[in-house]
Nanobody, 115 residues
Framework: QGQLVASGGGLVQPGGSLRLSCAAS????????MYWVRQAPGKEFEWVSE????????TYPDSVKGRFTVSRDNAKNMLYLQMNNLKSDDTAVYYC????????RGQGTQVTVSS
């Protein structure tokens, strides 16, 4: 089934930046489109980025477009999410996943944006 472990979260002030990482194992990472999803307290999962296998296509929802950048390193089985100009609405647990709905997500990392 494979394993996905996200890391790099933390507490950051509004306007700050964080870089999340996701380590993939147990499956052929380079063959999958990959996604970042998040879940804020009391809310449903929200897709926040996707990237194709060759890193030539990336897509974001309007809520994060221009602030978040997804990337991957297939040689290292790693997925990344650079988050800039963070807002309080970005507070959530962030997960990497092999699907947009997050059903194949792994262990998440908490991001808290607060002054």
């Amino acid at each position: 089934q494979g394993q996905l472990v996200a890391s790099g979260g933390g507490l950051v002030q509004p306007g700050g930046s964080l870089r999340l990482s996701c380590a993939a194992s147990g499956f052929t990472f380079s063959r999958y489109w990959m996604y970042w999803v998040r879940q804020a307290p009391g809310k449903e999962f929200e897709w926040v980025s996707e990237i194709n296998v060759g890193s030539t296509e990336t897509t974001y929802p309007d809520s994060v477009k221009g602030r978040f950048t997804v990337s991957r390193d297939n040689a290292k089985n790693m997925l990344y999410l650079q988050m800039n100009n963070l807002k309080s609405d970005d507070t959530a647990v962030y997960y990497c996943s092999r699907d947009r709905k997050g059903t194949s997500r792994g262990q998440g990392t908490q991001v808290t944006v607060s002054s």
